[in-house]
C-alpha cells in the first residue's frame, strides 16, 4: 500500500482528542483545524465538540471520509483502539503515544500485539513513540506543540525524514526562522512498521520533494539493500539524499543504542552503504542545512573545478584551503585569460586563482572577472567571496553574480562574513537565487556536496 | 620600546587627514574624534580645520603631546614624511598606506627606504598595507570604514591580531553583531616592524586582553622561536591563544604567498610549532569565537571529562559522537549514582551518559541530575542540551544551569537547537554567564578547546 493515506488523507480521525489546552490531543486538533484541507474528525468519548469541531465518542461513529486515524491516548489503550479503527476500515495510523518497545519487554509485548492487529486488517502504521507528520501542503500536522513553541517553515520542497523525534522539531522551528521552505518532515519513532526505507522510497516520487534529508541511528537489519535502492531510486529522480548518521564512535553507538536501540553495526559499514547508495553524508546538522538549501536554489555542477573569488585575501586563502582538503579543484587560469583580464583590472589585483580584487575594488569589477572567466567554461561553480565593507561596494555585486550565474548556467555560491550588513547582503543574494553563506568554510563544504551528487548522478543515470 | 605608544598615545597626529567624506583620511579623523581618549591632530597642508579640528600643515608644527603618527598619504610620499615623523621625535607609527613590499621590487625599495629611516629615528612600524588598530577602551581606531560600513564591539576582552585586514575587519563588525567585547584588533599588513610575535608578547602582558586570537599565514623565517615564547608567556598569563592558520594545504598555501608573501614552510611545521607553544589551533572562523566566547564566561576544566545531560535522545548522541571524536572522556555513571538519581526522576528517564531526560521533562529534572551528579566529582565540564520547546520547559533551566555551574565550580555550555525561541534561550544562558550554542557539535568543540587549554596551562604553568 502506498503511503498516501498519510500524506494526503481525505479526513483524519484524532483519537484521544483533547480539550485541555496545550496538551497532546488539544494541539494536534487546532493545527489540523487551522491548516488541514479536508475532514477533522476529534474522538474521545468525554466530548461533544472540541474547538467547534463535533467530537465522537468513538471511532466506529465516525463518518466518511477518514482515510487515516492519529491515535494519541495512553498506551494501554492503543491496541483496543487499533481493534475498531481496522474494524472502521481505516488503513493508516500514526500512533503518537510512547510505552512500547522502547520501555522494554512489557512494551515490547505492547507493540506485538499492535502488530498482529494491524496485519489482521492491513493497516499502515507510522510509530510508535514519534511526533508524527508535518505536511505543509496538505495540513496535515501532528507535531503536537503549538506555534509559539514550534513555528512551522513555509512550503518549500526540503522534506526530512527523523529518527529522532526531538532533532525534528528543532529543525521545523530552525527552518521556520531561517525562512527555508518545508514539504513534509516525519518522525517515525519505533518503526514498528513505516521506517526510513519506505519513507525515502515515497519522497524519492513524491513531486513536492526535490531535496530528502535523513537523520538516521540505525538501520533495520535486513532494510540495508532496500535502503540502497531506496537512494539510488531518488538520486536516479534527481534528488539528492543527505544523511547525518546519529551514533558514529563506539561512545556515541552505545548512546544511540539507549535512545532508539539502534541496532550494533559498525559506522564503516554505514560509511559504505552511504556511498554504495549515493547518499551525502555530512558531519553536522549545520552542513545539512546548508547543502539542503544550495539544491533547492542551484544547478548541479558538472564537475568538480572551482572559480573563487575575493576581495579579501584572507577568505581566498581559506577557501583555497577548504577546497583542497575536500577534493576540489581550484585550477590555474591560462596565461592568455590572466592577460585578457590584465588589461582590464588594475596591477595590484592579485590574477591567480582565488582572483584577489582587494579592498579598493568596486561592484564592477566582479562583473568584469565573473564574465571573462565563466564565458571560458574552465570552471563547474564559482565561491564569491563579497563581504559589503569595501567603500567601493555599493551592492551591485549581488545582481553581477546572479546575472553571470544565469548567463553562464553555473551555480554560483556567495560568502559575506560580517554583522548585519553582511546579513542583509545574504538576504539579497539569496533573494536573486544565489545561496550565501557566512563563512568561506561553510560554502566550500557546500560546493563539496553539489560536486558529490554531480558525480553520484553521472554514475547511478548512466 | 614597548607598544604602548600604539595602543595608549597621549596624541595622535594624523598625517593625510582629509575632509573628504569617507576618505581614509576623513574616516581616521571622525573616528578618532568619536572616541579617543587624547588629542587628535589632523595634518595636511591644504586645510586648516577637520571635522572641527584645527589641522596642521605638517607634523613639525604639531605641538605636544603626540606619541603616534598615522599616515595615509601616497605611498611615494611616505619616506619624507617618516623622516619628518622621526625629526619629529615620534616614536610609533602606523603605516595605513599600500605601494610597498606587497607590490613588488619597486615598492620593496621603498619599504627598505622606510626601514631605514626607522632604524635612524628609532621609530617603531606598524604596517604598512594595514589597517591599524582598533582598540576599544583607548579609543585608537585607524580602522578607516565608517560604521554604516563596520560596527565597533562593545569593550570586552577578545584581542585579535590578524595577517588579513579584511578578515579582521569584517571579523570585528561579526563581533558588534554578536555583541561579543573587544578589547584591541590589530592589522600589521606587510609587518615590515612590529609582528605577530611582538603584537601576542605585548598582549600576553595586556591587562584588558584576556583571549588571543590568531589568523596567520606565515610567520617571518627567524621568528619561530620567538613566537613559541611569546604564546607560552600568554599561556603561562592564563590567555589562550587561539589560532587560525590560512594556507594550510597546497594550493591553499600558493594563494598564501601571493596574498601575504607567506614563507614556504609546510603545514606540518606549523602544526608542530602551534602545539609546542600551548596555542588551540582552529579550523574555521567559527570554531574561534566560539571558543573565544566560552574563554571570557567560564573557569577552565580540571579534566576531560564530560557530562552530557539532553532532553532531545538525538543531541546527545550526536554531542557524544563529537566528544568521543575529539578526545573527550564521557564516563559511565557509577551504579550507586544511577540508583539515588532513580528514585528522583520517572522510569523512562535514560541515566546513562548522555542523560536523556525526554521529551516530557520539566525544569526541575535539570536541576536534580546537575545537582546530583556534580556534587560528585566525576566530571570536568558538562555540556547541557536545553531546547526549549518541551510543554513542561518554562525557562527555569536556565537559572537551574548557572546556579549549578557556580555552585560546583564546573564549566557549563549549553546547547539550544531551534527558531527564535531557541535564540531568545541562548541569550537567556549567555546573561547568565553560561555560553550557549546552536547545535551540540559547536558545543562540543568548545569544550575540546577549553580542556587543550586546561593541558596546556597544567603543562606549562607546572
Redesign the interface.
Known sequence: MSLENFFNPRGIAVIGASERK?SVGYVIVEQLKKRFKGYVYPVNPKYNEILGLKCYPSIKNVPDPVDLAVIAVRAELVPQIMEEVGERGIKAVIIIS?GFA??GPEGEKRQEKVAEIAQKYGIRIIGPNCIGILDTRSGVDTFF?PE????RPPQGSISIV??????L???V??????GLGLAKAISYGNKMDVDDVDLIEYLAEDSDTKVILL?I?GLKPDRGQRFVEAIRKAVKNGKPVIV?K???????F???A???AALASGYEIYRAVFKQSGAIEV????EMFDAAKAFTMVKIPRGRRVLIVT????????A??????LGLE?PVLPQDLVDELRREVP??V?L?N?I?LT?DTDDERYRIVLEKVLSRGIVDIAIVIA???P?AITGKVVDYVAEASKKFDIPILAVV???????EFIKKFEEKGIPAY??P??ATKVAAALVQFSEYIKKFSG
Open positions: 496545550g510512547g522502547e520501555i506543540l509559539e513553541k514550534l513555528r527523523s529518527q529522532s523525534g526531538a532533532l522539531s528543532m529543525w522551528d530552525w527552518m521556520a526562522m531561517k537523520y541511528e547525518l546519529g551514533g558514529r564512535t563506539e561512545r556515541g552505545k548512546a544511540a539507549s535512545h532508539t558531519d553536522t546538522m549545520e576581495n579579501a585575501g584572507g577568505e581566498g586563502v581559506l583555497t584551503d577548504y577546497c583542497d582538503r581550484v596591477p595590484h592579485v591567480s582565488p584577489d579592498g563581504p559589503p565593507h567603500p562574513t560580517g554583522g548585519f550588513i553582511a546579513e557566512q563563512t568554510e561553510r
